[in-house]
T-cell receptor, first 114, second 113 residues
């Protein structure tokens, strides 16, 4: 079962920032936070990941709170093509039997409207 | 395009039959993962291979089996198919088996009639 909690759906106007929250109530100190998205039955697409510090890449920014119990994915200028299901995942640490295994929850359906 | 290829794109078969899904990872990736996505279960991890060896296992049914070949492509075999096996099956690959992003293929849509 997924360990993270996300709102089931969110709306965003095109051109505005989309801020997607995630609760990581049981995350352990050596688990990374990963974000993926899935556009309409296509294969999931990696977006970004981080451990403690905030991260930014060409797609998005990731803010992780100091206690690591919550994170926010920021799409700075959402477009219609960003409409998708967004998943946050606690990535299991090395050495365990679940290493490498992505556990997807229900995710957040983000709808970007004109 | 993620660089991961899966064949076939669509597969329609009958209950009780056996099918094989094929996956070619991105060039240079050593690890392959299989996921199942059904309407009621969501995206579920099935199994992972790293350089030919099984690395991690999820809730994969005994009727399902997989392997990774020396050229690193992988096959997922589904046998004694049931209606409930109808789903999208995704393959993903990563450079190694750990903290690397997984790149997903376009999936194989299996319909069991």
């Amino acid at each position: 079962d997924a360990k993270t909690t996300q709102p089931p759906s969110m709306d965003c106007a095109e051109g505005r920032a989309a801020n997607l929250p995630c609760n990581h109530s049981t995350i352990s100190g050596n688990e990374y936070v990963y974000w993926y998205r899935q556009i309409h039955s296509q294969g999931p697409q990696y977006i970004i990941h981080g451990l403690k510090n905030n991260e930014t890449n060409e797609m998005a920014s990731l803010i992780i709170t100091e206690d690591r119990k919550s994170s926010t994915l920021i799409l700075p200028h959402a477009t219609l093509r960003d409409t998708a299901v967004y998943y946050c995942i606690d990535f299991p640490p090395a050495g365990g039997t679940s290493y490498g295994k992505l556990t997807f929850g229900q995710g957040t359906i983000l709808t970007v409207h004109p | 395009d993620s660089g991961v290829t899966q064949t076939p794109k669509h597969l329609i078969t009958a209950t009780g039959q056996r099918v094989t899904l094929r996956c070619s990872p991105r060039s240079g990736d050593l690890s392959v993962y299989w996921y199942q996505q059904s309407l009621d279960q969501g995206l579920q991890f099935l199994i992972q291979y790293y350089n030919g060896e099984e690395r991690a296992k999820g809730n994969i049914l005994e009727r399902f089996s997989a392997q990774q070949f020396p050229d690193l492509h992988s096959e997922l075999n589904l046998s004694s198919l049931e209606l409930g096996d109808s789903a999208l099956y995704f393959c993903a690959s990563s450079r190694t088996g750990g903290y690397n992003e997984q790149f997903f293929g376009p999936g194989t849509r299996l319909t069991v009639l």
